[in-house]
């Protein structure tokens, strides 16, 4: 049975600030309604219904309620503000993602898609995640950027995060191309809505994938540091995630070294993801580049005699007994996930999956 502690604690907020986001390839700003004017101009609806299932026009029409949503939800709007005292509402948050390496007209930054979090749910404490990407700007890794540290900030607590338990995304069947991203992000797909999707250019139904993450399952810096992504400080939820993952492993000279090297990066505010992690989270990106360094310079190596094939193979081996290790720590019933909570979740639900990211990928097709 709920109670009114219950009830008043799972309210969304009637007002909220959305935070700007940091990343690598673009940087995320809350959306206002000029920018979405911007996404005709980067054609951020063409081939919709392959990508999202929904008509060119369907997309336009919900991406412009989404973004009138958002600014209503922040206060930037007197008219049809929703009533977010009911903890059943759903709210709607919506950045404008900025390319500081492609500029507009006038030479600043340019917009070139927009991340949601939609259907916040404070009951369930669950929200549906989706990115739409101008034409050109589509298979570039900008959602591989954007999303861990959209999901970051939603599965952090309160009051830094929305204290998410789930997040959630949904595609056609046929985008095979996205669900693969999704799978990489660490998304499970839980199940499928059976003829849920009209497609007008083949003119049959489609089913509709259900992928989800929860938060015991989501650990921010290794997500990203798969990837050869690097964690920013500044970004929200990171410094907690960090401080979770000490009080987990009760070392603080990991989070110390982690902190430092993120003040060392290029704008101050970026450090290497691998610092906050032991050597054998090396990606294979990581170790090509450095196996070929090596290669070029023999009297660099050890041996003299390091081949890429071999470098890969004593990584894979690696992984392997960091997977028997994360097993073991599983059977002991305790986990280092930075949003876990051993005193709810009597045992992780998911595998050590950031582990095996890239394995066997081929990164520059």
Same mark, same amino acid.
């Given at each position: 049975?709920?109670?009114?502690?219950?009830?008043?604690?799972?309210?969304?907020?009637?007002?909220?600030?959305?935070?700007?986001?940091?990343?690598?390839m673009c940087? *995320?700003?809350?959306?206002?309604?000029?920018?979405c004017?911007?996404?005709e101009e980067?054609?951020?609806f063409?081939?919709?219904?392959?990508?999202?299932?929904?008509?060119?026009?369907a997309?336009?029409?919900a991406?412009r309620?989404?973004v009138?949503?958002?600014?209503?939800?922040?206060?930037?709007?007197?008219?049809?503000?929703? @009533?977010?005292?009911?903890?059943?509402s759903r709210?709607?948050?919506?950045?404008?993602m900025?390319?500081?390496?492609?500029?507009?007209?006038?030479g600043e930054?340019?917009l070139?898609?927009?991340?949601?979090l939609? @259907?916040?749910?404070?009951w369930?404490?669950?929200?549906?995640l989706?990115v739409?990407?101008?034409?050109?700007?589509r298979?570039?890794?900008?959602?591989?950027d954007?999303?861990?540290?959209?999901?970051?900030?939603?599965?952090a !607590?309160?009051?830094?995060?929305?204290?998410?338990?789930?997040?959630?995304l949904?595609?056609?069947d046929e =985008?095979? %191309?996205?669900?693969?991203?999704?799978?990489?992000?660490?998304?499970?797909?839980? $199940?499928?809505?059976? &003829?849920?999707?009209? =497609?007008? %250019?083949?003119?049959?139904?489609?089913?509709?994938?259900?992928?989800? /993450?929860i938060?015991?399952e989501?650990d921010?810096?290794?997500?990203?540091?798969?990837?050869g *992504?690097?964690?920013i400080?500044?970004?929200?939820?990171?410094k /907690?995630? *960090?401080?979770a %993952?000490?009080a987990?492993? $009760?070392?603080? @000279?990991e989070?110390?070294?982690?902190?430092?090297?993120?003040?060392?990066?290029?704008?101050?505010?970026?450090g290497?993801?691998?610092?906050?992690?032991?050597?054998?989270?090396?990606?294979?990106?990581?170790?090509?580049?450095?196996?070929n360094?090596?290669?070029?310079?023999?009297?660099?190596?050890?041996?003299?005699?390091?081949?890429?094939?071999?470098a890969?193979?004593?990584?894979?081996?690696?992984?392997?007994r960091?997977?028997?290790?994360?097993?073991?720590m599983?059977q002991?019933g305790?986990?280092?996930?930075?949003?876990?909570d051993?005193?709810? &979740?009597?045992?992780?639900?998911?595998?050590?999956?950031?582990?095996?990211?890239?394995?066997? !990928? =081929?990164?520059?097709?």
């Amino acid at each position: 049975m709920s109670t009114s502690a219950d009830e008043t604690e799972r309210k969304l907020p009637e007002v909220i600030t959305i935070p700007d986001i940091k990343g690598e390839m673009c940087r *995320l700003r809350p959306a206002t309604w000029a920018d979405c004017e911007l996404m005709e101009e980067v054609r951020a609806f063409d081939d919709a219904e392959a990508i999202t299932g929904k008509s060119k026009m369907a997309e336009r029409a919900a991406v412009r309620a989404w973004v009138a949503r958002s600014v209503a939800w922040t206060g930037g709007s007197t008219s049809s503000v929703p @009533d977010f005292s009911d903890p059943e509402s759903r709210g709607v948050m919506a950045w404008s993602m900025l390319s500081d390496s492609e500029k507009d007209e006038n030479g600043e930054p340019k917009l070139i898609g927009m991340v949601f979090l939609v @259907d916040i749910d404070g009951w369930s404490r669950s929200a549906r995640l989706q990115v739409v990407l101008g034409i050109h700007y589509r298979g570039r890794g900008y959602s591989r950027d954007v999303m861990p540290r959209v999901m970051t900030y939603g599965f952090a !607590r309160t009051p830094v995060g929305l204290g998410l338990e789930r997040i959630w995304l949904s595609l056609p069947d046929e =985008n095979t %191309r996205n669900s693969g991203v999704y799978e990489s992000l660490g998304f499970d797909l839980v $199940g499928h809505s059976r &003829n849920a999707l009209w =497609n007008s %250019r083949d003119g049959k139904y489609h089913d509709m994938l259900i992928y989800d /993450e929860i938060a015991e399952e989501y650990d921010p810096i290794r997500s990203l540091a798969a990837f050869g *992504l690097h964690y920013i400080i500044d970004n929200p939820g990171v410094k /907690e995630a *960090l401080a979770a %993952r000490d009080a987990a492993s $009760g070392d603080g @000279d990991e989070h110390d070294s982690a902190e430092s090297g993120a003040q060392d990066g290029a704008d101050g505010s970026a450090g290497k993801a691998q610092d906050a992690a032991p050597a054998q989270y090396e990606t294979l990106e990581e170790a090509r580049k450095r196996i070929n360094a090596r290669a070029q310079d023999p009297a660099s190596a050890s041996d003299g005699d390091v081949t890429l094939d071999s470098a890969l193979s004593e990584l894979s081996s690696e992984n392997a007994r960091a997977d028997s290790d994360m097993h073991d720590m599983h059977q002991g019933g305790h986990t280092e996930w930075a949003y876990s909570d051993d005193a709810t &979740n009597s045992s992780s639900t998911k595998r050590a999956w950031w582990r095996n990211l890239g394995r066997n !990928r =081929n990164r520059e097709r």
